[in-house]
């Protein structure tokens, strides 16, 4: 019952993770409206989160070996949360720029989490099933974005 527990709660972390990156498209008319700046602006926008995203990819995945799984994605949480309440404060487009480079980095470690986590808890039988579960927590989180 626990390693399906551990498995709930990563769904849940996957979901908020992508409700996050999500939130920015459906609010994006009101947000280039505030913040002065056009379509290609907030391409630009996005771009810096998917560069940051990948770009640190490699480092959470060794921060995540080093530190454990209960301390690396603690921290990951705590650092995506932060950028994200952040995003809410910003009022320019180099605010809000650095706050989605900053939960890039943070959300990136969410997927090698997961991953960690499969191979912690779940039988070799049982990764493919936890890796679709937490991609049921992935696609949630991007549905439900617009009801926010």
């Not at 560069?51 to 070996?65: R, V």
């Amino acid at each position: 019952m626990t390693r399906w527990l551990a498995v709930g709660i990563f769904i849940i972390s996957s979901t908020l993770n992508y409700l996050d990156r999500q939130l920015l498209n459906v609010l994006a008319p009101l947000i280039m409206a505030e913040l002065h700046f056009n379509q290609t602006g907030f391409g630009w926008i996005i771009s810096a989160f998917s560069i940051a995203y990948a770009a640190s990819s490699l480092l959470t995945g060794w921060f995540l070996d080093r530190a454990g799984i209960n301390r690396g994605i603690a921290a990951a949480v705590s650092w995506w949360s932060a950028a994200a309440v952040s995003t809410a404060l910003v009022r320019s487009f180099g605010g809000l720029a650095i706050c989605r480079v900053a939960l890039g980095i943070g959300e990136s470690a969410g997927v090698p989490a997961v991953g960690k986590l499969n191979g912690m808890y779940l039988q070799p039988g049982e990764f493919a099933l936890g890796a679709a579960l937490n991609q049921i927590g992935l696609s949630l989180g991007l549905a439900v974005a617009p009801l926010f």
